[in-house]
């Protein structure tokens, strides 16, 4: 997988976004909508837990969590409940069933190929580990906290950006070894926050993106 390079001014730094809030009619969402898990993950007999891709369909709601790396562009970032801004460098991780989406300035039909580069992983992927490795057990309160979603800042989102990209290009166990890193550093980072009230929790199985935008344009 090729990994968009991020301009190292924006690594790590919380964002101030260039983005056009007076004019609603060019913001344009890139959306995708799943309620199903990815067939990738549902058939372990393919050997592998999680899926890396870049991607320019940012906005989503899936059973799996993701790790979200923007790579370009600015603007505004939906998760849940939560409206904030975004720019190269923007690093999420986001639980099962939360929405989440990002609104540019974009031309009519213009996308951004590439913008998201994206680690999916199933729900069950640690906590079932736990049964094998109690270690894991220790996760279940940050695990729980991810369904409202985190953003990270600083050292965190540099280590992170930096393990993302060697989570791409690695292959096999040393693949699985890396991703446990990263959700280490997640669940340690002390630069992090939780994005999404918890009502957003409490009625995730329910909303859809249209609720989302019917926010934005009231």
């Known amino acids: 997988m090729c990994v968009v390079p991020i301009p190292e001014k924006c690594l790590g ?9 007076s004019s609603r009619r060019k913001a344009r969402p890139d959306r995708q909508i799943s309620n199903r898990l990815s067939p990738i993950l549902r058939n372990r007999s393919n050997g ?10 940012a906005g989503t709601i899936t059973p799996e969590y993701e790790i979200h790396l923007i790579t370009r ?12 801004e975004f720019c190269p460098g923007n690093l999420l991780l ?16 213009e996308v951004i190929e590439g ?5 999916q992983f199933a729900p069950d992927l640690l906590r079932s580990g736990a049964d094998v ?26 280590r992170g950006t930096d393990l993302m990209r060697s989570i791409g290009v690695a292959r096999g166990f040393q693949r699985l ?36 935008m019917t926010l934005v344009r009231s």
């Open 48 to 57: 592998i837990s999680t899926i890396v891709r870049a991607t320019s369909l």
């Open 13 to 21: 730094r919380r964002c101030q976004s260039n983005f056009d809030f």
């Open 115 to 119: 913008r998201d580069v994206v680690i």
């Open 177 to 212: 070894a890396l991703f446990f890193e990263l959700i280490d550093l997640f669940a340690r980072a002390p630069e992090k926050k939780i994005l999404a009230s918890p009502n957003t929790v409490a009625r995730s199985t329910k909303l859809r993106f249209v609720v989302i």
């Open 133 to 158: 490795f109690p270690e894991l057990a220790n996760l279940e309160p940050f695990l729980t906290d991810t369904l409202r979603g985190f953003e990270f800042f600083g050292d965190a989102a540099l």
């Open 94 to 109: 986001t639980g099962s069933n939360l929405p989440h989406n990002w609104m540019s300035d974009l031309k009519p039909g």
């Open 73 to 84: 562009t600015h603007g505004r970032q939906f998760v849940g409940d939560y409206i904030g």
